[in-house]
Every structure is written in C-alpha cells, then in structure tokens.
C-alpha cells in the first residue's frame, strides 16, 4: 500500500484543470523524491531565508479506511491549505477523490496539520500551501 504526497508553494501551483494533464510527468520526476516507506513528498527544501509559504510542523498522514481494504487503489485529491499569520489552518478541498471514503480521511488528517505562518522578513503572513494526495494499493 502506497500514499503519496505531493507538496507545492505558493509559485508552484496549477489550476484544477491541469493536475490530469500533469499528473502522470509528476512520476517522472519520483527519482528526484525523498521516499519515506509509503509516501512521496514534492516539493523544495528551503532555508529559512528563502522561504516562500507556511512551513509543517506537524503532518499526520491520512490512513486508508477499513471500507477500501484489499481493493486495488490508484486515486487521488488536490487540496489547499490556507495559514494565517496567527498560524490557523483552513483545508480546501479543490479535487476530491473518486472515493469518498479517501476525501474525508484525507481531510480529518489534513485539518490536524500545523504550521509556522509564511514570513516576509520578520514579519508573519498569510499563506498558503497546495499539494496532492496520491492512494495506491498494489
């Protein structure tokens, strides 16, 4: 069973309407990943002086539910993660999956994520951070 993460800033999102022309390049680029067991994580390591959104402090991953097990899975969802600069989170959900079961565990766990607010020099801001979920059983 594999979960994949893909993270993106600010600068690095597409409209809804592009993530089937590129999610496929997107594997392309997997070699290129930091792997950890079952997810894959996209996206730029920065220092703190080059960041350009809010940066995770803490990232529960969404498990898969009972309901799917033993089923073949390749699904997955786009969501946005809009901080604050007092750090409060609000998950938009731009693409859910074709499996329901998938959208809502992926927004119980999302809703648990925390985050340092985007800065502009010393000052913080509001931001936002863009990613996609990626489900797949084998």
Do not use: C
Request: no cysteine.
């Amino acid at each position: 069973m594999q979960v994949l993460w893909l993270l993106s800033g600010p600068a690095l999102s597409y409209p809804a309407e592009s993530d089937f022309a590129t999610h496929q390049s997107d594997h392309e680029e997997d070699l290129e990943v930091e792997t950890l067991d079952t997810v894959h994580v996209h996206g730029l390591r920065l220092n703190k002086d080059q960041q350009i959104g809010p940066v995770p402090q803490r990232t529960p991953w969404p498990t898969i539910p009972s309901t799917l097990d033993g089923q073949i899975l390749d699904d997955w969802l786009k969501a946005r993660i809009l901080v604050s600069k007092n750090s409060d989170v609000t998950v938009v959900i731009l693409q859910p999956a074709a499996h329901r079961e998938l959208t809502q565990a992926s927004l119980l766990a999302l809703k648990q994520w925390t985050f340092l607010p985007q800065m502009n020099g010393e000052e913080p801001i509001d931001g936002e951070v863009s990613l996609r979920i990626h489900f797949r059983t084998q």
